[in-house]
């Protein structure tokens, strides 16, 4: 955990970044499109029916986009993994800002037990749950349909889902069976969800955001003792931007992929890990409750289609600014000493 907190010390400061991709020239595209490898989701003809079954525009910097209805409040959500942890405490801030909710985890039974305990708080008719193995991809296909039943699209697409397998151990010691845990959950199991979320989203008349959230290991930073764990989070980066590239090379207007940086978060999956005096050291440091972060994240995911903006974004709970200040006030004055664990 001692070189895994580097994995949680962001490279860069900014909380969120929101540039977008730099836009290949109609010549560039063209020829690329020449190309049998070339070829992806099917583009929006110039002039005829978008992907949203509206009618087809050129727009600046040489792309052909859809017109989108304006995507206003109440939002859709839908977040897998969403009945503990990180994943509850976004469905509830979600729903304490008026939106409607879709929750799902493998568990069926806790799944209707989480699904009983929002709608006593926050109403009948705003928080719906499934059962879903992200992993399956007839699973996953059959959220979206319970999404369409129950809301008929999706606004925000939060791909939380993930597991470690409860292990931390060096990867020489790790069973199979923890292996193909880790890495059909975080790695098969996002990319069938964003498969799966795209094609719905670019669908519909208002389109969609699709957050992939990241963790250890995501900025390349090595992560002993979870290596397995840490590939799959490198892996998000990589997936999203390859996603927002597909994308915007199909004249996708209307779906954007986003990555989400939820930091180090009190959850059992970190607090699992807490067995080192280093482990100790960094969590009481760096690490928030679920609902602290939550409630940083949720109004910076809100304002993305508040805005209207369909431009890619990095939204980071845990900045580098943030985790040097709290690691000199704690070397400093002793700061945060045994806030969540004993230290030795």
């Not at 991709?21 to 109609?26: D, I, K, N, Q, T």
Request: proline residues 6%.
């Amino acid at each position: 955990m001692a070189a895994s907190v580097a994995a949680h010390l962001p490279l860069r400061a900014p909380a969120r970044v929101g540039a977008a991709l730099p836009r290949p020239s109609v010549s560039a595209v063209a020829r690329f499109r020449g190309r049998p490898e070339g070829r992806g989701l099917p583009a929006a003809p110039r002039g005829g029916r978008g992907l949203a079954g509206v009618r087809a525009e050129a727009v600046s910097g040489g792309g052909g986009g859809a017109r989108r209805e304006p995507m206003v409040p109440p939002y859709n959500v839908l977040i897998t993994g969403s009945t503990k942890g990180i994943g509850y405490a976004l469905a509830r801030k979600f729903l304490g800002a008026g939106d409607n909710v879709i929750i799902c985890s493998r568990s069926a039974e806790k799944v209707e037990s989480v699904v009983a305990e929002l709608k006593r708080e926050y109403g009948e008719q705003h928080v719906w749950g499934t059962a879903c193995d992200v992993r399956d991809g007839k699973d996953v296909k059959a959220l979206v349909d319970f999404a369409r039943e129950k809301l008929k699209h999706i606004d925000i697409w939060i791909n939380n889902a993930g597991s470690n397998a409860y292990t931390y151990k060096p990867l020489v010691e790790t069973s199979d069976e923890a292996l193909m845990e880790i890495i059909t959950t975080n790695t098969l199991g996002l990319m069938i969800c964003c498969r799966e979320a795209i094609n719905m989203m670019r669908n519909q008349p208002r389109g969609g955001h699709i957050f992939n959230l990241d963790g250890a290991g995501s900025d390349g930073r090595p992560t002993p003792r979870f290596a397995a764990y840490g590939a799959t989070k490198r892996s998000v980066v990589h997936l999203t931007k390859s996603l927002q590239a597909e994308l915007q090379m199909n004249e996708v207007n209307n779906v954007m992929v986003h990555n989400l940086s939820p930091g180090m978060v009190t959850t059992d999956l970190l607090m699992s890990g807490a067995t080192t005096k280093q482990a100790k050291f960094f969590i009481n440091i760096l690490a928030e409750p679920p609902d602290v972060v939550a409630d940083y994240l949720v109004p910076n995911i809100r304002e993305v289609p508040s805005n209207q903006s369909m431009k890619p974004t990095y939204i980071r709970f845990l900045t580098g600014l943030k985790a040097y200040t709290r690691i000199f006030s704690r070397l400093a004055f002793g700061a945060r000493r045994n806030k969540y664990v004993t230290e030795d």
